[in-house]
Each structure stands twice: as C-alpha cells, then as structure tokens.
C-alpha cells in the first residue's frame, strides 16, 4: 500500500469534529433519557426508524440515486445489522445497568479494536505490532474500570460493559464489512441503505420482544428518541462523511476520544452521574492505547530526537 500523504486538520475540519463528538456522544444523553420509558430495543428501532425520512431527504436533495439490486440490498442488510442494529441493541441494553459516562469511555475502544479486526481480515491494513499494543492498552483500560471483582463475583454492570465492549466489536466487524461490500456508492447512499436495512431487521425483532411501541410517551422522552435520531444518526452520518473527505480517515479516528467528555459532561450537568475515579484512569489506558495504535504522536516525538542531539 503506497504512503499518501495525510490531509491537513484544518479549522473547519475541527469544528466538524467538534460538532460530531457533540452528537455521538449525546447519543449515550438521549439513550439515557429515553430508558426511562422506551426498553432498549425499541430504543435502537426509533433511532433508526426516524432517521431514515431524514437521511433520504438529504440523498433526494443532493441528486444522488439509491441501488436496486438484491445484492446491495443484501449488504445494506448486513451493515444494518454490524452497524445499528447490534451495537446499538448493546450499548442501550448496558445503559440501563451502568452510567451513560461509562458506556462512553468503554465505546472509546472502538478504534483500536477497529484496527485489530481490519489487521485480521484486510489485506491492505497489516497487523502491526502497535495495533497489537494499542488493543492490549484498550484491554488493560477495560480491565481497571471493571475491576478485580470482576472475574470473582457476578456483578450485572460488569456484563453490562461486556455488552458496550460486544458493541464495539461490532462495529470493527462493520469497518470490514463497509470496505468490502459497500465500495463503489456514494457514503451517504450507503448511510441511507443501513439504516433502512437495520430498520427492517428491528421491526420484528421489537414486535416480538417488546410488543408494539408505545407512542404516548413525555415531551422529553420524545425529544431525546428524534434528538437521538436526527442528530446523533442523520446529522452525524452526514458531518462524518464530510469529515473523511475533508481531513481523512486518521484525523476522523480522533473523535473517538472527544466523544466521553460531551457524554460525561451532559451526564454530570443533567442526570446527576458521577465517574468514579478507577472509569478516569480507564480512560486515560484507553486513551494512551489509542495514541499507540495511530502512532503519529511517538512517530513526531521519535522524528525530533535526532534533531534535538544535533
């Protein structure tokens, strides 16, 4: 794979991130609120639900044609599921045992276990021995938050974080899947495609286990359900792919840690959540595992040292 060279972070790019992690992370806000009176599946078939109509404007608005065949129809199917359906099911089913705060540090993992499963299964993206460290910081980070009770005793918030950590696999899964079978349409057709798919896949799946949602919920638990979906879905796919393009995927990666600050702050201000201090030392791991697995911090710091001893 040749070596190109990465696009600049520029202040617009920036703000965009900014404005993304706001989202993502008040996506772990919203699922809160909403939990008070929404089960978490049909949590995940209203984010995904009310998105679609919003998402689709946009494609009609930008001219951009939707595939018909059975095949991508088959893969929206797949990426709805790695992509919405399960790690969503997970994430909202782990809130209602711990913190949204937490939930947000242990999705933090996302990237490095992303560039582990890409080393596995991708060609072109190598398992390197800093994917390695960095997902085995990742695991240490995970492992000081769950604590030593963990592998002792039955503790429902320890299988809660299980689940958020399921959910980042997923996700990985998804990475892999995306660079594989969805090549070759517009990102936001193929936004638009996992979203219907992950909508088709809920629809039963809520019918079945949560019975027919009910509509007559409280103003605020409406508006975290089409906050959630509107901004933290449609919005966010949308600033995500203009991200990418603009600033690259390695630039991208680093709203996975800007994402737990919005989480925990929104946490702290609103619902009254306090991180322990053994989840701040968790995030930190995570964070330095991240640092490890996109490398161009050490690789700056490694550049200089030479032109330090001259």
Do not use: C
Request: charge should be neutral; proline fraction near 7%; charged fraction near 10%.
């Amino acid at each position: 794979m040749t070596n190109q060279p990465m696009p600049a972070m520029d202040l617009t790019a920036g703000v965009m991130l900014l404005l993304l992690a706001a989202v993502w992370g008040g996506s772990f806000f919203f699922g809160e609120v909403a939990l008070s009176e929404v089960p978490p599946l049909t949590i995940t078939l209203h984010r995904v639900f009310w998105a679609v109509p919003i998402l689709a404007l946009i494609v009609i608005f930008k001219g951009l044609s939707v595939p018909r065949t059975p095949r991508a129809w088959g893969a929206y199917l797949v990426m709805g599921a790695l992509n919405n359906a399960i790690p969503f099911s997970l994430i909202f089913w782990g809130q209602t045992q711990i913190d949204s705060g937490l939930a947000s540090i242990l999705n933090a993992t996302t990237a490095m276990f992303a560039a582990v499963v890409a080393g596995l299964l991708l060609k072109d993206e190598p398992l390197t021995p800093k994917k390695i460290a960095g997902a085995a910081l990742g695991i240490l980070g995970v492992a000081f938050i769950m604590g030593p009770s963990a592998l002792t005793e039955f503790n429902p918030s320890n299988l809660a974080q299980l689940a958020i950590l399921g959910a980042t696999l997923s996700y990985a899964f998804a990475g892999v899947w995306g660079r594989t079978a969805l090549s070759g349409q517009p990102p936001l057709v193929n936004a638009l495609g996992m979203l219907i798919g992950s909508t088709v896949l809920m629809i039963p799946i809520v019918l079945v286990m949560d019975g027919p949602p009910n509509l007559a919920l409280s103003s605020g638990v409406w508006a975290a359900l089409l906050g959630m979906a509107a901004l933290s879905t449609a919005l966010a796919y949308v600033l995500y792919f203009a991200i990418l393009a603009r600033a690259g995927a390695a630039n991208l990666l680093l709203v996975t840690l800007l994402i737990p600050p919005f989480a925990i702050g929104l946490g702290v201000s609103f619902l009254g959540e306090k991180m322990e201090p053994e989840a701040w030392v968790g995030f930190a791991i995570i964070a330095i595992g991240f640092a490890v697995t996109d490398g161009r911090l050490f690789s700056r710091f490694v550049r200089r040292k030479p032109q330090q001893a001259e």
